[in-house]
């Protein structure tokens, strides 16, 4: 278990309104990622932070923004939701440089 | 740029069949090999890695052999049973092209008693 927790779990929105989403850790690991899963596409990273404030774009990064100002929280938020953001959204942290990732459970995220 | 490609799915297997789930990378550097699961509602877990040519990954009954001259890695095991019924990701990642993780499309396989 690599204490990773994402907040909320589930999510029904409208288009238009913003959202974020937390991740959480309690290891303090420097590397933290974000992806979205969707079918017939794996998994894409969005956007990945390698310390507090330094952040990088990821594959899918239009419409996604992140912060980081602490090490154990990394924040995705869509600033304002289309449908195309309909997603299941995983974090993922890093122990180091070349090391294993480690998920967390998933935010199931509906865009209507 | 790095990239996995893995086998289309879904797989459908008997208990105690056996499987192979391909999978074949692109990299420019010596990446690391990974075999991700992901059980249904839940993440994905580590199911093994390889960090070099030759070695071999194996957890659970599954094993796979980083092959360098055929850029491969692909998952087998023995004899599946039902609770082995999931999403199976492989991955790759180069410390030194970045930090990221390369995924393949994910192989969903089925096992039926």
Redesign the interface.
Known sequence: DAGITQSPRHKVTETGTPVTLRCHQTENHR?M?WYRQDP????R?IH?S?GVKDTDK?EVSDGYSVSRSKTEDFLLTLESATSSQTSVY?C?I?TG??E???????TRLLVL | GDSVTQMEGPVTLSEEAFLTINCTYTATGYP?L?W?VQYPG?????LL?A?KADDKGSNKGFEATYRKETTSFHLEKGSVQVSDSAVY?C?L?D?RTG???Y????TSLTVIP
Do not use: C, D, I, M
């Open positions: 590397y990622y017939g596409h794996g998994l990273l990945y390698y990821g995983f993922a890093r440089p070349g294993t990732q480690y998920f967390g459970p998933g | 690391s990974f991700y839940e993440g994905l877990q580590l890695k960090t990701f991955a990642s410390v930090n990221q993780f995924f393949g499309t994910g």
